[in-house]
């Protein structure tokens, strides 16, 4: 497989953004879960790229990644009904793995 200088830079460029975050809430614990009733706004000012039906896709990808385990909430009480809440640095690095996986095979295609 050869890539291109574009397809390095946003290798690098995926994995430095979720490293930052991971530094950021490292420093910053409180802010590193996310609730559940508030995933679509983070997601739409965070992964989106702008626009309604990017919003929608993001959030489909978003219960792709939970319903394959990928992204994994955590329950906070022992009730049913508890609130269940997301790492944003979880979430942030399994969306970068995607995008790379996309950029790594349309690389591969164009082979």
Same mark, same amino acid.
């Given at each position: %497989?050869?890539?291109?200088?574009?397809?390095?830079?946003?290798?690098?460029?995926?994995? %430095?953004?979720?490293a930052?975050?991971?530094?950021?809430l490292?420093?910053?614990?409180?802010?590193?879960?996310?609730?559940?009733?508030?995933?679509?706004?983070?997601?739409?000012?965070?992964?989106?790229?702008?626009?309604?039906?990017?919003?929608?896709?993001?959030?489909?990808?978003?219960?792709?990644?939970v319903?394959?385990?990928?992204?994994?909430?955590?329950?906070?009480?022992?009730?049913?009904?508890?609130?269940?809440y997301?790492?944003?640095g979880?979430?942030?690095?399994a969306?970068?793995?995607?995008?790379? %996986?996309? !950029?790594?095979?349309?690389?591969?295609?164009? !082979?």
């Amino acid at each position: %497989m050869e890539l291109d200088f574009e397809d390095i830079h946003f290798i690098v460029e995926k994995s %430095m953004e979720a490293a930052q975050l991971a530094t950021v809430l490292a420093l910053e614990p409180a802010g590193a879960l996310l609730l559940e009733s508030d995933i679509k706004r983070w997601l739409k000012y965070n992964i989106s790229k702008g626009g309604k039906s990017d919003d929608t896709r993001t959030y489909k990808k978003f219960q792709e990644l939970v319903d394959r385990g990928v992204i994994k909430g955590n329950r906070r009480g022992k009730a049913k009904n508890s609130h269940v809440y997301y790492n944003k640095g979880e979430i942030k690095k399994a969306f970068a793995e995607v995008e790379i %996986m996309q !950029r790594l095979v349309e690389a591969e295609t164009r !082979r």
